[in-house]
């Protein structure tokens, strides 16, 4: 008796739809049954591919291995030979494996794989190299039909974005099957709004939106609970503006899925891009907004230029009062002969006041038509800028590379430079090239900034004058994010003396409107709402309430 075991495989889910495995089959056991063999085993592969797939990677093929070393059968039989695999590389010297062992190889439709002399093996070798091309080309062509969909903004399949829904809307693929298209999914685009609105509007960061999230019951697409990577992913997430992007496939803008207006979706990138950069000087989003401190983050020391940190209060506290601290003076790290301490209400409301005033001046401001032809021309010199910025940078590497390359000198005693001496200069070296490469990166990053404003001068300006409407009725947080936007520094001197430098975003909006310039304006409002200094013992007889 010949005792034969099958193997039937179809590469994917529409092949086992069509009933694929069960004609191979018929075709297999009409073939056995006129060659008078017994069938005593049929394996199945239901969407495994041949081509992608190693055949030690297939649990049918390890099953054959095994039962040929066992002589558990003497004939391998398969509908094609292509359904033992379509690698070039593999496939045939799998086949030859068989043969081998002694099992012979058939296919119902090619007849028989022999191994009898040289040319065989060829013709062996020729038959997969050939199914190998034909699977190539099949992926190619799929690729491309799959390219030219999303190019058209067709959905392909694939896990739908958290916010959207796959749904059967009539549409029918060449076969006439129905496919599912996207849309909106209410209850997610909820969520997805919040994220952006409180990301943007008020400064909150992906943790604190995660947390919050998750103890409302809300979960991600896969029930799974929300995690920091996937605010950040959502806020990222072109497909909220409209836009189905694979890889480096982009859309038409499709109306119907836009979730996000484009300007929210560009505040809410640059904010996640500065997060990236947490110790960058250059920064317009606030550094905390969880102590109730309206300049927390944000406030500079007039003295040594050290970024001013806030403390609260505890229960019981010396000082029951949130302050504003020069840390750096305080703790002797720098050398700093300005007031250490600062009541931070007080602080808050000169800063509140002189905002309030410049809100009413913006208010007042007409639309300069000059305004992106001026915006343009400051673009190109920030430019050379950079490129100066980089090139010193480069200078710095190249010199520390050279110092590095004298090591070995030193080390053979060829140097003229002590090893004390070289191992100081290279650390020195370092720390300005990382210096030079870090202002490079600050530069870099307001030129494309400022190349977005020149873009974008309309809605930057409609945000403006947005911003001169709600500012008095705005929360603390809310002022917080403008304030931090509005000015890229706020100092503070002894005596409460304040000194605000406006954002070269926004102060382009007012130059040449009011009969001095705004530095000057700005500077008079600061000097008008300076907060006489207060004795710390007459602090604590009148003790002033956290915040703005």
Sequence with gaps: MTRVECLYRVSTKGQVDHDDIP??????????????????????????SGFKVSANDRDAIQELREDAMEKRFDVLLVFMFDRLGRRDDETPFVVEWFAKQGIRIFSAKEGEQKFECHTDSLVNYIRFWQSEGESMKTAVRIKTRLDQLRAEGVYT???????????????????????????????EAAVVKEIFDRTVYHGEGSFTLANDLNARGYR????????????TSILQDKMYIGYIVTKDITSPFLPELQIIDEDTFQQA?????????????WRNIPRQ??????????????????????????????????EYICYKGANHRVKCEGQKAYVASRVDEAVLAVTAE????????????????????????????????????A????????????????????SRFSEELLSKLISDKAQERKALQNKAADLEMQLRNQRQLAVDTSKYYDRFKGW???????????????ISQLYSRIEIGRGYKLRFVLDANYQQFLDGQADTTVSDFVAKLARKNTVPYMAPAAALAAPVAMGA
């Design 468 to 482: 001169s409407m709600e500012f008095q009725l705005a929360d603390t947080d809310r002022k917080r994010l403008i």
């Design 289 to 322: 907004t969880g102590n109730g401190a309206l300049l927390a983050g944000n406030l500079y020391c007039a003295d040594c230029s050290s970024r001013m940190t806030s403390s609260v209060p505890a229960e019981g506290a010396h000082r029951p009062y949130a």
């Design 269 to 281: 990138g640059a904010i996640v891009e500065q997060r990236k950069r947490k110790n960058a000087e």
């Design 395 to 414: 200078r710095a590497a190249k010199e520390q590379e050279a110092l590095e390359m004298e090591v070995g000198k030193c080390l053979l005693g060829q």
């Design 358 to 393: 410049l809100m009413q001046m913006i208010r007042e401001v007409p639309k300069d038509e000059a305004l992106e032809k001026r915006i343009k021309q400051q673009a190109k010199a920030m430019e050379k800028q950079v490129a100066d910025a980089k090139a010193a940078a």
């Design 220 to 231: 991600t697409k896969h029930g799974k609970p929300f995690q920091c990577r996937h605010i």
């Design 23 to 48: 004609m191979q089959r018929i075709a297999c056991r009409r073939f056995a049954q006129e060659q008078g063999w017994t069938i005593i085993k049929e394996l199945q592969e239901k969407g495994v």
């Design 157 to 187: 399949g694939g896990p739908t974005h958290y916010g959207y829904r796959a749904v059967e809307k009539g549409r029918l693929n060449k076969k006439g099957k129905p496919v599912k298209d996207l849309e909106v999914d209410p209850e």
